[in-house]
């Protein structure tokens, strides 16, 4: 039984930052394909970041390129999604997910996911 479990959202300023939190059980992270999505009420669920470290890969999308990192705690099976220098375009409800292995071997096609195979119930990020 996989489960994905966010924390770690809150509402911070204009450039201030914030470390997501995705603890994972029924999975070893490193054998997933994991995704980052921000979601708004109205607005398509679009992937922000993606993980797959059996193919060695991470991306971002072009916005949050050089503001945004993954690190990982493999002793908690947990992905943690740092976000700096947040601007209000950030904002939203951010959900990790396991997605098709087969998604994340291009960046293309990894941050063009819409399905995913198991999803976490979402952490709110506010940016004021």
């Known amino acids: 039984h996989v489960q994905l479990v966010e924390s770690g959202g809150g509402s911070v300023q204009t450039g201030g930052s914030l470390r997501l939190s995705c603890a994972v059980s029924?999975?070893?992270?490193?054998?997933?394909?994991m995704a980052w999505f921000r979601q708004n009420p109205g607005n398509e669920r679009e992937a922000v970041a993606v993980?797959?470290?059996?193919?060695?890969?991470?991306y971002f999308r072009e916005r949050v390129k050089g503001r945004f990192s993954f690190s990982q705690d493999n002793a908690k099976n947990t992905v943690f999604l740092r976000m700096a220098n947040l601007q209000p375009e950030d904002a939203g409800m951010y959900v990790c997910?396991?997605?098709?292995?087969?998604?994340?071997?291009?960046?293309?096609?990894?941050?063009?996911?819409?399905?995913?195979?198991?999803w976490g119930q979402g952490t709110q990020v506010t940016v004021s």
């Open positions: 993980l797959y470290r059996g193919g060695g890969n991470e």
């Open positions: 029924g999975i070893n992270i490193n054998a997933m394909c």
């Open positions: 997910a396991s997605i098709p292995k087969l998604s994340c071997v291009t960046h293309i096609r990894a941050l063009a996911v819409k399905t995913a195979d198991y």
